[in-house]
């Protein structure tokens, strides 16, 4: 083998580890990117839902000191009744209201937390099929 075929290889090996270093640098940074954007899309998704839950406590403490408020005015069992059926009525429907809100806040939760992550996992097939 001659001495320039032989310097040929060898750069042409240096060049090829280099851009196989550059690729795996590449892509360290976008899984990096990738997990980032998704801590701090989890963060603001998880600060939301905590605000819902806060909201929602807050609410039902309001709620239940109306309902004891009207319990005390109330003067015969008829009143009672209409009352207390208003209550269970109001309480159902506010739980149902309130579920359907946490549902939704806590199914964002998981996208925003997982959606950088899936994007970057779909680019890198797709890289690796061409």
Do not use: C, H, W
Request: hydrophobic share 45%; no cysteine; charged share 20%.
């Amino acid at each position: 083998m001659s001495q320039p075929t032989a310097e040929r290889i060898a750069k042409a090996s240096a060049e090829a580890l280099s851009k196989s270093g550059d690729d795996a640098g590449k892509t360290l940074k976008a899984n990096t990117a990738a997990l980032t954007d998704s801590g701090n899309a989890s963060s603001v998704a998880f600060g939301a839902l905590a605000k819902a839950y806060q909201e929602l406590a807050t609410r039902n403490a309001a709620n239940l000191t109306a309902a004891m408020q009207a319990l005390a005015t109330v003067r015969n069992s008829a009143e009672f009744i209409d009352l207390q059926q208003r209550l269970i009525r109001d309480g159902v429907e506010a739980a149902v209201s309130d579920s359907q809100n946490i549902a939704q806040l806590t199914a964002a939760v998981f996208t925003a937390a997982f959606d950088p992550v899936r994007q970057r996992i779909e680019a890198v097939q797709k890289t690796a099929l061409n």
